[in-house]
């Protein structure tokens, strides 16, 4: 009967947010992962600030290029300074951060195509002068 | 229970087990409250994110309304941006340090990367306090444009964030001096450095959008 508990067992117990499971490797493992996401934030940033100044990249395409950089940056954080996994032990924290992403993305894409619709169909300030007139 | 199929690791809904903590998820009783402390304000940070979104999403539909005043290109220092971003990434990192060093009881390696996380970020706050004087010197204060409203009102709001922050931080190390690593005070550290990452998340966020996006405009 405990030969079938065990089988069941529900695997490792979840983590916080925030928290990281160092078996055995201990504090070394834990340093490498601070370490490798501190010089790929700093390489993502560091290309922000580049290509905003050069000319490297097509003009037009330059605010594409730096929000696909600071998604990658933020990707980075949340995986090596947040520890976010695909684990079981993980699940609640990367549901409630889906959900999280999925409210800032209605607000800010609803917020900016609604008053650009606003703004199109606006009669021109200058014709609403002369109306008024 | 004897022939049943591997139960599914994500079931919802209690049910016991034989020896050690329930796991968080419904199996075995209620979570060990160390996960329920995280995930609260887990839960707490990301309603903060969406705070900020409708600032951002206000910073972005107003960025052109600049009534005449200066614009985003004409009062933005990208050097110091970019200062303020070095340090505050380094900050993070040593968070990251101070909690490793926690979790291996440390109290040493704990105080002196609180330390610098602190001295980092608080080189941070002084250098936008001072980006923030010299534009309402210049007489761009947020009363100037709807742009720089929803300026002051974004990039003012992360620096609140980290002002409090910082004041956190010297709670805790104060409250490891006095009462060591305890298992509440090392709740209390886990949810800081929660806090701490989540405000250079945002950062992120605002250099490039603010910053970057707005001075190339």
Redesign the interface.
């Known amino acids: ?2 030969e ?2 065990h ?13 990281e499971r ?1 078996d055995g490797s ?2 070394a493992h ?2 490498r992962g ?1 370490l490798i ?2 010089v790929l ?2 390489g993502l ?1 560091a290309a ?2 580049y290509f ?2 050069s000319g490297l990249i097509y003009g037009p395409a ?2 594409a290029a ?2 696909a ?2 998604v990658a ?2 990707g980075v ?2 995986v090596f ?2 520890h976010l996994t695909t684990g ?2 993980n ?3 990367i549901l ?2 889906a ?2 992403i999925l ?2 993305t209605l ?2 894409v ?3 195509w609604i ?1 650009a619709n606003l703004n199109h169909n606006m009669v021109p300030m200058s014709r609403v002068m002369q109306m008024q007139r | 229970m004897s022939l049943a199929e591997p139960m599914d690791p994500n079931r919802v809904g209690d049910l016991p087990i034989e020896g050690g903590e329930a796991p968080g998820r419904g199996l075995g009783g209620p979570a060990p409250v160390r996960i329920v402390v995280g995930y609260g304000f887990w839960i707490f940070i990301l309603s903060d994110m969406v705070m900020f979104s409708a600032f951002f999403a206000a910073y972005a539909v107003l960025a052109g309304a600049t009534a005449g005043g200066p614009t985003a290109k004409q009062i933005f220092d990208l050097n110091n941006v970019a200062i303020e971003t070095g340090c505050l990434l380094a900050s993070s990192f040593a968070c990251g340090m101070a909690s490793l060093a926690a979790g291996a009881r440390n109290p040493l390696w704990f105080h002196v990367s609180m330390a610098a996380t602190f001295v980092l970020g608080a080189i941070f706050l002084g250098l936008e306090l001072k980006e923030f004087a010299g534009l309402a010197a210049q007489g761009a204060g947020p009363q100037r444009s709807a742009f720089l409203s929803a300026f002051f009102t974004l990039v003012g709001c992360h620096g609140a964030h980290i002002t409090a922050g910082l004041a956190w931080l010297l709670t805790m190390s104060a409250q490891v001096v006095a009462k060591g690593f305890r298992a509440d005070i090392m709740r209390r550290i886990l949810c800081f450095t929660l806090f701490w990452h989540a405000l250079d998340i945002i950062w992120v966020a605002i250099f490039t959008i603010v910053y970057l996006i707005g001075a190339g405009r």
Do not use: C, K, W
């Open positions: 009967m405990s079938a508990h089988d069941a067992a529900p695997g490792p117990e979840d983590l916080a947010p925030g928290e160092l201990g504090v834990g340093v601070y996401g501190l934030a700093a940033t922000s600030f905003a100044g330059i605010p730096l929000v950089l600071a940056q933020m954080h949340l300074f947040l079981s032990d699940t609640n924290n409630a951060l959900f999280g409210i800032v607000v800010i609803g917020s900016l008053m």
